[in-house]
Protein backbone atom coordinates (compact mmCIF):
# COMPACT_ATOMS: atom_id res chain seq x y z
CA UNK A 1 0.00 0.00 0.00
CA UNK A 2 2.49 2.46 0.65
CA UNK A 3 4.38 1.86 -2.25
CA UNK A 4 1.15 2.64 -4.25
CA UNK A 5 0.92 5.74 -2.55
CA UNK A 6 4.52 6.77 -3.17
CA UNK A 7 3.97 5.83 -6.96
CA UNK A 8 1.15 7.88 -6.81
CA UNK A 9 2.78 10.82 -4.98
CA UNK A 10 5.66 10.53 -7.65
CA UNK A 11 3.38 10.86 -10.35
CA UNK A 12 1.38 13.43 -9.11
CA UNK A 13 4.43 15.51 -9.01
CA UNK A 14 6.05 14.83 -12.15
CA UNK A 15 2.67 15.35 -13.87
CA UNK A 16 2.20 18.80 -12.76
CA UNK A 17 6.29 19.82 -13.34
CA UNK A 18 5.53 18.78 -17.01
CA UNK A 19 3.16 21.18 -17.31
CA UNK A 20 5.14 24.26 -18.41
CA UNK A 21 7.14 22.11 -21.19
CA UNK A 22 3.82 20.22 -22.17
CA UNK A 23 1.41 23.59 -22.24
CA UNK A 24 5.00 25.47 -24.47
CA UNK A 25 4.95 22.47 -27.02
CA UNK A 26 1.65 21.49 -27.36
CA UNK A 27 0.54 25.52 -27.72
CA UNK A 28 2.77 25.20 -31.08
CA UNK A 29 1.73 21.90 -32.57
CA UNK A 30 -1.64 21.32 -30.67
CA UNK A 31 -2.40 18.55 -33.39
CA UNK A 32 -0.56 16.39 -31.31
CA UNK A 33 -3.05 16.57 -28.70
CA UNK A 34 -4.65 13.27 -28.28
CA UNK A 35 -7.52 14.57 -26.24
CA UNK A 36 -9.08 17.53 -24.91
CA UNK A 37 -6.30 19.01 -22.39
CA UNK A 38 -7.07 18.78 -18.77
CA UNK A 39 -7.52 22.17 -17.20
CA UNK A 40 -4.72 23.08 -14.63
CA UNK A 41 -7.19 22.85 -11.56
CA UNK A 42 -7.62 19.18 -12.82
CA UNK A 43 -3.80 18.79 -12.84
CA UNK A 44 -3.93 20.13 -9.42
CA UNK A 45 -7.18 18.36 -8.01
CA UNK A 46 -7.43 15.70 -9.70
CA UNK A 47 -5.36 12.17 -8.62
CA UNK A 48 -7.48 9.82 -10.85
CA UNK A 49 -5.53 7.85 -13.69
CA UNK A 50 -2.50 10.09 -12.63
CA UNK A 51 0.00 7.39 -14.38
CA UNK A 52 -2.35 7.61 -17.46
CA UNK A 53 -1.69 11.26 -17.40
CA UNK A 54 1.67 10.77 -17.17
CA UNK A 55 1.71 8.85 -19.64
CA UNK A 56 -0.14 10.67 -22.12
CA UNK A 57 1.60 13.59 -21.43
CA UNK A 58 5.40 12.30 -22.00
CA UNK A 59 3.85 11.09 -25.46
CA UNK A 60 2.37 14.35 -26.31
CA UNK A 61 5.76 15.94 -25.41
CA UNK A 62 7.49 13.37 -27.48
CA UNK A 63 5.29 13.64 -30.53
CA UNK A 64 5.24 17.61 -30.04
CA UNK A 65 9.03 17.42 -29.89
CA UNK A 66 9.22 15.72 -33.46
CA UNK A 67 6.52 17.47 -35.12
CA UNK A 68 9.08 20.88 -34.13
CA UNK A 69 12.40 19.44 -35.30
CA UNK A 70 12.05 21.00 -38.90
CA UNK A 71 11.91 24.57 -37.83
CA UNK A 72 15.77 24.87 -36.56
CA UNK A 73 17.91 23.51 -39.28
CA UNK A 74 20.68 21.11 -38.52
CA UNK A 75 23.61 23.79 -38.74
CA UNK A 76 21.74 26.13 -35.84
CA UNK A 77 21.21 22.79 -34.15
CA UNK A 78 25.45 22.20 -34.25
CA UNK A 79 25.70 25.94 -33.31
CA UNK A 80 23.39 25.50 -30.44
CA UNK A 81 25.74 22.50 -29.07
CA UNK A 82 29.19 23.94 -29.68
CA UNK A 83 28.35 26.78 -27.86
CA UNK A 84 26.64 25.97 -24.84
CA UNK A 85 29.94 23.19 -24.77
CA UNK A 86 31.95 26.14 -24.61
CA UNK A 87 30.10 28.02 -21.93
CA UNK A 88 31.50 24.65 -20.07
CA UNK A 89 28.15 22.18 -20.11
CA UNK A 90 28.96 18.86 -20.56
CA UNK A 91 27.02 15.11 -20.06
CA UNK A 92 23.35 15.37 -19.52
CA UNK A 93 23.25 18.70 -18.82
CA UNK A 94 24.67 19.71 -21.36
CA UNK A 95 21.92 17.51 -23.80
CA UNK A 96 19.28 18.98 -21.76
CA UNK A 97 20.41 22.64 -22.36
CA UNK A 98 20.52 22.11 -26.31
CA UNK A 99 17.31 20.14 -25.98
CA UNK A 100 15.80 23.01 -24.54
CA UNK A 101 16.97 26.21 -26.26
CA UNK A 102 15.99 24.63 -29.76
CA UNK A 103 13.22 23.36 -29.11
CA UNK A 104 12.06 27.11 -27.61
CA UNK A 105 13.93 28.32 -30.67
CA UNK A 106 11.55 25.88 -32.78
CA UNK A 107 8.51 26.95 -31.20
CA UNK A 108 9.60 30.61 -31.77
CA UNK A 109 10.28 29.75 -35.57
CA UNK A 110 6.74 28.06 -35.48
CA UNK A 111 5.07 31.07 -34.56
CA UNK A 112 6.85 33.30 -37.17
CA UNK A 113 5.84 31.34 -39.82
CA UNK A 114 8.98 29.84 -40.87
CA UNK A 115 8.84 27.30 -43.44
CA UNK A 116 9.42 23.58 -42.16
CA UNK A 117 12.43 21.78 -43.76
CA UNK A 118 13.08 18.19 -43.24
CA UNK A 119 15.98 17.25 -40.36
CA UNK A 120 18.88 15.21 -41.02
CA UNK A 121 18.83 12.72 -37.92
CA UNK A 122 20.07 14.23 -34.47
CA UNK A 123 20.39 12.27 -31.41
CA UNK A 124 17.77 10.58 -29.74
CA UNK A 125 17.76 11.52 -25.91
CA UNK A 126 15.41 10.22 -23.39
CA UNK A 127 14.39 7.00 -21.41
CA UNK A 128 13.78 3.67 -22.23
CA UNK A 129 10.90 3.37 -19.94
CA UNK A 130 8.28 5.82 -18.30
CA UNK A 131 10.75 6.98 -15.30
CA UNK A 132 13.60 7.78 -17.15
CA UNK A 133 11.58 9.79 -19.81
CA UNK A 134 10.35 11.88 -17.28
CA UNK A 135 13.29 12.34 -15.90
CA UNK A 136 14.81 13.07 -19.01
CA UNK A 137 11.68 15.71 -19.61
CA UNK A 138 11.90 17.39 -16.15
CA UNK A 139 15.66 17.54 -17.10
CA UNK A 140 14.44 19.93 -20.06
CA UNK A 141 12.38 22.03 -18.09
CA UNK A 142 14.60 22.68 -16.12
CA UNK A 143 17.26 23.63 -18.66
CA UNK A 144 14.81 25.83 -20.28
CA UNK A 145 14.56 28.34 -17.38
CA UNK A 146 18.41 27.92 -17.26
CA UNK A 147 20.61 30.84 -17.67
CA UNK A 148 22.41 29.53 -19.97
CA UNK A 149 20.00 28.65 -22.14
CA UNK A 150 18.32 31.68 -22.50
CA UNK A 151 21.61 33.70 -23.34
CA UNK A 152 21.90 31.15 -25.79
CA UNK A 153 18.45 30.74 -26.99
CA UNK A 154 18.94 35.03 -27.22
CA UNK A 155 22.00 34.55 -29.46
CA UNK A 156 20.26 32.20 -31.66
CA UNK A 157 17.55 34.78 -32.45
CA UNK A 158 19.94 37.24 -33.42
CA UNK A 159 21.50 34.84 -35.86
CA UNK A 160 18.20 33.55 -37.34
CA UNK A 161 16.89 37.11 -37.29
CA UNK A 162 20.27 38.23 -39.52
CA UNK A 163 19.01 35.31 -41.73
CA UNK A 164 15.28 37.09 -42.16
CA UNK A 165 16.81 40.39 -43.39
Known amino acids: MISIILAAQRDYRSLNALRPL ?7 VPQVILFTPPSRLTDLASLADLRVRLL ?10 LALRGYVTDEDYQWIQDTLTGRGLAGEQLDAAVEAVWLTAAVTAKHRG ?4 PPSARP ?41 R
Open 56 to 65: RRTIEIHDAR
Open 124 to 164: AHGGGDLPSEVRWLRLIEHARRSRAAATVLHELDQRMAKRR
Open 114 to 117: TAFT
Open 22 to 28: WRHLTGA
